[in-house]
């Protein structure tokens, strides 16, 4: 079994696929290579992101607003943080607000 644990709140979870198009969901195409779970409430075609990599640090973050955030990429908190002046202000106030 695959785990996956964030590396800021340190949530952990089985997932059941890492990468960008998840065989047991054929009608999409991740954005970002990400940590998967088939849905365990529907019985097909469903799945939940619950991570992906930091696209700066590379740090394992869960998808919770409070650890990171997309914009065109995965962005951890930290990162966010540190590179504040380059995002638009609304993604720096999500961050912060966690």
């Known amino acids: 079994m695959s785990e996956f644990c964030c590396a800021l709140c340190s949530f952990s979870s089985r997932y059941d ?15 970002e290579k990400a940590y998967v779970l088939k849905n365990p409430f529907t019985p097909h ?12 640090c590379d740090k394992a973050v869960c998808v919770q607003q409070t650890c990171s955030v997309f914009y065109t990429r ?5 990162c966010v943080e540190k590179h504040s002046e380059e ?12």
């Open 45 to 56: 075609d469903s799945h939940l992101t619950i991570g992906a990599h930091c696209s700066q």
């Open 74 to 78: 995965r962005f951890c908190k930290h």
């Open 87 to 98: 995002f638009p202000q609304e993604i720096s106030e999500v961050i912060s607000k966690g």
């Open 17 to 31: 696929y890492f990468g960008r198009k998840p065989p047991f969901v054929e009608s999409i195409v991740l954005m």
